[in-house]
C-alpha cells in the first residue's frame, strides 16, 4: 500500500490527482455554495450553512453550522455574535490562509506555523445614508502575515503573492463580481 504524501496536513498525491481529474472532467470543478439567514431580533440575525452542489452532486452531509450576527452595542446590538464586516475580515483570513498552505504543499514548502491579523477601516456616515461621499463598506482592509518557514523571505513573499492570486474570497472581494438581490415572493422555509 503506497503512503500518502502529506505537506502541511495537505495530501499532496490526492491534490495533484483531483488537478488531473478536473483536467479531464472540468464539469466537476463547478461548484455552488449556499447559506440561510433569518432575522431574530434587533440587529441579531442567524445564518447557516448546511449543503453545497460540488464534484457533479449535492452533498448535505454535515451538520449545520450556524452562524450568529449582531452588532455591539455602540452600534445599537447587543454583542450576540460577530458583526458581518467582521466575518468579512475572518472569511478573507481563512480563505488567504488555505491558499497560503495549499499552494505551499503543492511546491513542497514545508509550513511550521502561520499567524496573521487583519484591519478593515471603516466609516458609518456611508452605512448611515449621512454623506454619499464616504463609502459603505470598507475603505481599505490591511492583512499581516508571518509565516514559520525554512524558506527565504523572498520565498515566503512568493508564497503570499500566491495566496493572494488563488484565493477564491480575497479576489471575490477585490474584483467586480455579479450580485444580484431579489424579493423572493414566497416565505423561505428554513
Known sequence: MKQEKKINGINVDQLFSTIELIKEKPEIAQFKFCATNRWIDGTHNRATIKSFY???????????????????????????????????LVALSGCLTTSLIAHSAALGVQIKGVKSRFEGDLDLRGFLGMSEEVPVGYKAIRVFFSIDADASESKKKELLLMAQKYSPVYNSITKPITVTVELDSNWIDM
Open 54 to 88: 460540488g464534484a457533479c452532486q449535492d452533498d448535505d452531509t454535515r451538520d449545520p453550522i450556524v452562524f450568529e450576527i449582531d452588532e455591539p452595542p455602540v452600534l445599537c446590538g447587543n454583542n450576540l455574535g460577530a458583526n458581518p464586516v467582521e466575518y468579512l
